[in-house]
């Protein structure tokens, strides 16, 4: 399986994207589907996480701003990202974890100007 996401790019404080994670496989065969963060030199991060029942939890500093949602339909998972602050720059990961492995895709990166 395959994670490919799209969507980043450069936005200014206040405003808004819409990450996509797009999985070669059906979605339904993870367990959890998760966003991760990592900005430079700094580890990499939860940020939202979505589970195959729909249950979501997202990480204090985005909640609120942050939603995760899944298209079972396009085997599709996303992040709209609202009220972006410079703190939210970062490279995003997509993770689909299964019982016994993590997949990652590449990452896509959001840059905020203040």
């Known amino acids: 399986v395959q994670l490919v996401e799209s969507g980043g790019g450069l936005v200014q404080a206040g405003g808004s994207l819409r990450l996509s994670c797009a999985a070669s496989?059906?979605?339904?065969?993870?367990?959890?589907m998760d966003w991760y963060r990592q900005a430079p030199g700094k580890q990499r991060d939860l940020v939202a996480g979505?589970?195959?029942?729909?249950?979501?939890r997202y990480a204090d500093s985005v909640k609120g701003r942050f939603t995760i949602s899944r298209d079972n339909a396009k085997n599709t998972v996303y992040l709209q990202m609202n009220s972006l602050k410079p703190e939210d720059t970062a490279v995003y990961y997509c993770?689909?974890?299964?019982?016994?492995?993590?997949?990652w895709g590449q990452g896509t990166r959001v840059t905020v100007s203040s």
């Open positions: 496989g059906s979605i339904l065969s993870f367990e959890n």
């Open positions: 979505i589970t195959s029942g729909g249950n979501t």
């Open positions: 993770s689909g974890t299964t019982w016994n492995h993590i997949y």
